[in-house]
C-alpha cells in the first residue's frame, strides 16, 4: 500500500472512495428509512451492512490505521457481507415459512 | 494473513451477488435487482484487491480501478433505491 500511495493514481483513487463512502452513506439511509416504513428487518440488516461499508472506506483511508493495522480494516468488509448473507437468507426462509 | 483476508472478502462478495442473483431470479423486483447488480461491482473490487495486493507486485497499482469498480456498484444502488422512492 506504501507504494501505491506514491502512484499517480492514488489521487483518484482517494477521490473515489470518498464518493464511494458518500453512496453507502446514502443507501444506509435509504435502507434505515424503508426499514422503519415496512418494519421488514431485511432492510434492517442491509441499512447496517452498508453503514459498516461506509466505516471501512473511512478506515482504510486514515493514514495512520493504514499503517497500523492495514488488511484488519477489511474485517469490516467481511462483516457487511455476512449481514447481506444473514438478511437473504433469513428473507428466503421466512417467505418459505410463510 | 492479508492474503486469507482479502480471499475471503473476494469468496463473500461473489457469494452475496449470487444470492441476490438468486432472489432476483425468484421473485423479480427492480430493487432486488439494482443491489445485485451493486454486489457484483463489488465483488468484482473484491477481486481486483486481492489481484492488486496479493497477486500483482506494487509496480502495478489497481487502486483506482477498485475503486471505480465500487463507485459504478453504489451508483447503481443509489440509482435504484431513487427509483424505489419516486
Known amino acids: ?98 | 494473513m492479508a492474503a486469507w483476508i482479502y480471499l475471503t472478502c473476494a469468496l463473500g462478495s461473489i457469494a452475496c451477488a449470487g444470492l441476490l442473483i438468486r432472489s432476483y431470479w425468484r421473485s423479480p423486483s427492480k430493487l432486488l435487482l439494482w443491489t445485485a447488480v451493486c454486489f457484483a461491482c463489488l465483488a468484482g473490487n473484491n477481486v481486483l484487491l486481492y489481484v492488486d495486493l496479493v497477486v500483482t507486485g506494487p509496480e502495478i497499482d489497481l487502486s483506482a480501478l477498485r475503486q471505480l469498480a465500487s463507485l459504478l456498484g453504489a451508483s447503481a444502488l443509489v440509482y435504484g433505491l431513487i427509483e424505489e422512492v419516486v
Open chain 1, 1 to 98: 500500500m506504501g507504494s501505491q500511495m506514491s502512484s499517480p493514481w492514488a489521487f483518484w483513487a482517494t477521490f473515489l472512495s470518498g464518493a464511494v463512502f458518500f453512496a453507502f452513506f446514502v443507501a444506509a439511509l435509504f435502507f434505515r428509512k424503508f426499514a422503519q416504513r415496512t418494519g421488514d428487518r431485511f432492510f434492517s440488516f442491509f441499512a447496517g451492512a452498508f453503514t459498516l461499508l461506509a466505516l471501512e472506506r473511512i478506515s482504510s483511508q486514515m493514514a495512520a490505521v493504514r499503517e497500523a493495522v492495514g488488511p484488519a480494516t477489511y474485517l469490516l468488509r467481511l462483516a457487511a457481507f455476512a449481514l447481506i448473507m444473514i438478511a437473504v437468507i433469513d428473507k428466503n426462509r421466512r417467505a418459505r415459512v410463510e
